[in-house]
């Protein structure tokens, strides 16, 4: 039925907008791994509740963005027979190789127990959910690509009650393109987030409920990846190649993985933890330059990008989780923070959160009732939990530098985390050292021979798009910091850490230092890196239309 709702119009008077509402039993905020095993399991246990999963992208998996590497037990328990008909793009992994890299060569290390990757599968994330999606519709989930949820809905007692998707046909000054449609109210009983690394509406649930009061900030990477076709007869199917060093210094952290995909395609790409202390680090450049070691040029040379893109990966682990449950709402997946940083692996995490979320329902749903209550300690005493708090002092070692990082990790793996002590984890937004007084590492980096030859390039290999003509999603709450004090304190790093070019200072002779923050927030690949890492928490990242953004392809 219809909602109303109050808008303004051009004389600032309220103005009535009636909204169409949807009712669900659950509703599931993101179509990743975590939110389609999820809406799976409980039509598989409950089929009798009535269940949708939206997805801000235009199709599910256009957003979605890994290395990936999964372990395939999870995976095995929701779908067993999924090994006879597997997703597209799915090689069985193959052997292993670590290694610690200079500028011109490299050591070949044994590779770390968590790493090894013996009867795992390498994968395309973004197609594995496109494969998961039909079976879900099969057991009769309602999936609807291409709605943004703008924002939460909340009852008299606060309440979480669903979510209202984002207004469509909205002009960049906020009034109404001759298409406007009014974004729908989808209510729920409950609510499930399943938004992945920063996910809009999960930031803001978390700050209402203080979620986190408990627990340390949450810690997030970048991860940016290219899938490339090679000339025939180069690859190894399976084979899996992961790096450090070279080109991080040793004070900021930063790995690269190789995994050779069948039809001479190779799956490439660089994280860089965004605790990182240089206001001038660019982790696209970092990538950049890594494709160009020895050891990966040769390997790419006469080859072509198929797709490109960039995603935050959540790392606090352990003593970063939230709370994951708040009244009418859970979280999820990534959305809860996951993901095992020593394995670089996190999908067979969310699909285990999924399921186990979904069961804790189901047995609620049997005697009549549907609520989150009960469901963080539930995850709390899973065995996702213990596997995190097993590895969690490993990725906060490496906040001290690369070596003690190495000598940490070999510790907490020889005693399997039962060290007395768990390291803290600091919000990365705080990390960053200011001009002159950061000790300006030696860069030593290499000339660039691979493409593309700037982000701009590499925008287009994402294939993103947003309609010009829409209010901005990168919200800047304060531009005068930026061309004030940001410009003398960290020589505007938002120029730096953008993997897609989105934050540009111009040249205007009008203002402080004769610069203007410029946001092209049509380049946007919807990393998030901004919303973190920004050092005077100005920028928020927001919802655009539904369907906006990347349209990435197998990655």
């Given at each position: 039925m219809p909602q109303p709702d109050e808008d303004r119009s051009e004389d600032s008077r309220p103005v009535a907008i009636e909204r169409d509402a949807m009712e669900y039993d659950v509703v599931t905020v993101g179509a990743g791994p975590a939110g389609l095993a999820f809406a799976i399991r409980l039509k598989q246990l409950a089929p009798q509740l009535s269940v949708c999963v939206i997805e801000k992208g235009a199709t599910v998996g256009a957003h979605i963005l890994s290395g990936a590497v999964i372990e395939p037990g999870p995976l095995d328990a929701l779908l067993p027979g999924w090994r006879d008909a597997p997703p597209p793009v799915c090689v069985p992994a193959g052997a292993d190789e670590f290694w610690l890299l200079s500028k011109t060569g490299g050591r070949r290390l044994p590779v770390p127990p968590g790493m090894k990757n013996h009867g795992n599968f390498i994968v395309s994330l973004g197609a594995l959910c496109a494969w998961l999606a039909p079976q879900a519709e099969a057991l009769g989930v309602e999936i609807y690509p291409g709605f943004a949820a703008a924002a939460p809905l909340h009852d008299d007692s606060g309440r979480v009650v669903g979510v209202r998707i984002g207004d469509m046909g909205v002009a960049k000054d906020g009034s109404h393109k001759p298409g406007y449609t009014p974004g729908i109210d989808i209510r729920a009983r409950l609510t499930v987030l399943a938004e992945g690394a920063r996910g809009s509406l999960t930031k803001q649930l978390v700050k209402r409920f203080a979620l986190d009061a408990d627990s340390d900030p949450q810690g997030y990477s970048i991860g940016?990846?290219?899938?490339?076709?090679?000339?025939?007869?180069?690859?190894?199917?399976?084979?899996?190649?992961?790096?450090?060093?070279?080109?991080?210094?040793?004070?900021?952290?930063?790995?690269?993985?190789?995994?050779h995909l069948d039809g001479d395609r190779v799956a490439l790409g660089y994280v860089s933890g965004l605790d990182y202390h240089d206001p001038n680090y660019q982790p696209w450049e970092a990538f950049q330059q890594w494709k160009n070691h020895p050891l990966f040029a040769p390997l790419l040379e006469g080859g072509s990008i198929l797709s490109a893109g960039a995603r935050a990966i959540v790392t606090g682990g352990w003593q970063s989780l939230p709370k994951v449950e708040m009244p009418g709402a859970l979280l999820i997946g990534d959305g809860a923070g996951l993901l095992n940083v020593p394995k670089?692996?996190?999908?067979?995490?969310?699909?285990?959160?999924g399921m186990l979320a979904a069961e804790h329902l189901a047995a609620q749903a049997a005697s009549g009732s549907l609520d989150s209550a009960g469901f963080d300690a539930r995850l709390r005493a899973s065995a996702a939990m213990k596997e995190l708090r097993r590895v969690r002092n490993v990725k906060p070692g490496f906040k001290r530098g690369l070596w003690f990082g190495l000598a940490n990790a070999a510790w907490e793996t020889v005693t399997a985390g039962l060290s007395p002590w768990t390291l803290k984890v600091t919000p990365d937004w705080s990390a960053l050292d200011k001009l002159?007084?950061?000790?300006?590492?030696?860069?030593d980096y290499a000339t660039r021979t691979l493409p593309p030859r700037d982000r701009l390039q590499g925008v287009y290999y994402a294939a993103t798009a947003h309609d010009e003509d829409q209010p901005v999603h990168l919200v800047v709450h304060d531009t005068s910091i930026c061309v004030d004090r940001c410009v003398v304190e960290y020589g505007n790093p938002c120029t730096n850490f953008c993997p897609a070019g989105v934050y540009e200072m111009v040249d205007d002779a009008s203002q402080p230092h004769g610069l203007r923050l410029q946001v092209n927030s049509a380049n946007c690949v919807h990393c998030k890196t901004c919303d973190i890492k920004d050092p005077y928490e100005v920028i928020t990242w927001v919802a655009p239309e539904g369907g906006s953004g990347p349209n990435y392809q197998n990655l």
């Amino acid at each position: 039925m219809p909602q109303p709702d109050e808008d303004r119009s051009e004389d600032s008077r309220p103005v009535a907008i009636e909204r169409d509402a949807m009712e669900y039993d659950v509703v599931t905020v993101g179509a990743g791994p975590a939110g389609l095993a999820f809406a799976i399991r409980l039509k598989q246990l409950a089929p009798q509740l009535s269940v949708c999963v939206i997805e801000k992208g235009a199709t599910v998996g256009a957003h979605i963005l890994s290395g990936a590497v999964i372990e395939p037990g999870p995976l095995d328990a929701l779908l067993p027979g999924w090994r006879d008909a597997p997703p597209p793009v799915c090689v069985p992994a193959g052997a292993d190789e670590f290694w610690l890299l200079s500028k011109t060569g490299g050591r070949r290390l044994p590779v770390p127990p968590g790493m090894k990757n013996h009867g795992n599968f390498i994968v395309s994330l973004g197609a594995l959910c496109a494969w998961l999606a039909p079976q879900a519709e099969a057991l009769g989930v309602e999936i609807y690509p291409g709605f943004a949820a703008a924002a939460p809905l909340h009852d008299d007692s606060g309440r979480v009650v669903g979510v209202r998707i984002g207004d469509m046909g909205v002009a960049k000054d906020g009034s109404h393109k001759p298409g406007y449609t009014p974004g729908i109210d989808i209510r729920a009983r409950l609510t499930v987030l399943a938004e992945g690394a920063r996910g809009s509406l999960t930031k803001q649930l978390v700050k209402r409920f203080a979620l986190d009061a408990d627990s340390d900030p949450q810690g997030y990477s970048i991860g940016i990846k290219e899938l490339w076709q090679l000339p025939a007869g180069r690859t190894t199917p399976g084979k899996i190649v992961h790096s450090l060093g070279w080109p991080a210094d040793s004070r900021t952290y930063g790995g690269g993985f190789l995994y050779h995909l069948d039809g001479d395609r190779v799956a490439l790409g660089y994280v860089s933890g965004l605790d990182y202390h240089d206001p001038n680090y660019q982790p696209w450049e970092a990538f950049q330059q890594w494709k160009n070691h020895p050891l990966f040029a040769p390997l790419l040379e006469g080859g072509s990008i198929l797709s490109a893109g960039a995603r935050a990966i959540v790392t606090g682990g352990w003593q970063s989780l939230p709370k994951v449950e708040m009244p009418g709402a859970l979280l999820i997946g990534d959305g809860a923070g996951l993901l095992n940083v020593p394995k670089i692996k996190g999908t067979h995490q969310a699909i285990r959160s999924g399921m186990l979320a979904a069961e804790h329902l189901a047995a609620q749903a049997a005697s009549g009732s549907l609520d989150s209550a009960g469901f963080d300690a539930r995850l709390r005493a899973s065995a996702a939990m213990k596997e995190l708090r097993r590895v969690r002092n490993v990725k906060p070692g490496f906040k001290r530098g690369l070596w003690f990082g190495l000598a940490n990790a070999a510790w907490e793996t020889v005693t399997a985390g039962l060290s007395p002590w768990t390291l803290k984890v600091t919000p990365d937004w705080s990390a960053l050292d200011k001009l002159g007084a950061h000790e300006q590492p030696k860069r030593d980096y290499a000339t660039r021979t691979l493409p593309p030859r700037d982000r701009l390039q590499g925008v287009y290999y994402a294939a993103t798009a947003h309609d010009e003509d829409q209010p901005v999603h990168l919200v800047v709450h304060d531009t005068s910091i930026c061309v004030d004090r940001c410009v003398v304190e960290y020589g505007n790093p938002c120029t730096n850490f953008c993997p897609a070019g989105v934050y540009e200072m111009v040249d205007d002779a009008s203002q402080p230092h004769g610069l203007r923050l410029q946001v092209n927030s049509a380049n946007c690949v919807h990393c998030k890196t901004c919303d973190i890492k920004d050092p005077y928490e100005v920028i928020t990242w927001v919802a655009p239309e539904g369907g906006s953004g990347p349209n990435y392809q197998n990655l």
